[in-house]
């Protein structure tokens, strides 16, 4: 059995998107309905005093999806696990929507989490 994993750091996103709750909610709420994820009760949020970062993390029953946003460098990191596999999407488009990135970076990692079958002689 395996999953998929995708790690992805964005960059030239503009600051005052990184510092809005609603727009990162409306983020994941998009990333969730892409992928036909289904959410286990309410993301949390956490607001940094001194940059007004934002870390989000909304837990699926499908395994989770997380960002934590860096105003200050105009960048952000979000990872997005799913212990089925998923095709692709538009990862890039997403971000330019809800955070003006103009350079997005996306690792898709195959997540292989069940025993594998022995070797044969």
């Given at each position: 059995?395996?999953?998929?994993?995708?790690?992805?750091d964005?960059?030239?996103?503009?600051a005052?998107?990184?510092?809005?709750q609603?727009a990162?909610?409306?983020?994941f709420?998009?990333i969730?309905?892409?992928?036909?994820?289904?959410?286990?009760?309410?993301?949390?949020?956490?607001?940094?005093?001194?940059?007004?970062g934002?870390t989000g993390?909304?837990?699926?029953?499908?395994s989770?999806l997380?960002?934590?946003?860096?105003?200050?460098?105009?960048?952000?990191?979000?990872?997005?696990?799913?212990?089925?596999?998923?095709?692709?999407w538009?990862?890039?488009?997403?971000?330019?929507?809800?955070?003006?990135?103009?350079?997005?970076?996306v690792?898709?990692?195959?997540?292989?989490?069940a025993?594998?079958?022995?070797?044969?002689?």
């Amino acid at each position: 059995m395996t999953g998929v994993e995708w790690v992805i750091d964005a960059r030239g996103c503009d600051a005052a998107q990184l510092t809005d709750q609603a727009a990162l909610a409306q983020l994941f709420r998009d990333i969730v309905a892409d992928l036909g994820l289904h959410v286990v009760g309410t993301p949390v949020w956490h607001v940094f005093p001194t940059t007004a970062g934002i870390t989000g993390l909304c837990l699926l029953s499908e395994s989770h999806l997380a960002v934590h946003t860096f105003p200050e460098h105009r960048s952000l990191c979000l990872n997005v696990f799913c212990c089925r596999p998923r095709a692709e999407w538009d990862v890039h488009a997403h971000l330019r929507r809800h955070v003006s990135a103009s350079d997005v970076d996306v690792t898709r990692i195959e997540r292989t989490y069940a025993e594998l079958p022995a070797a044969l002689p």
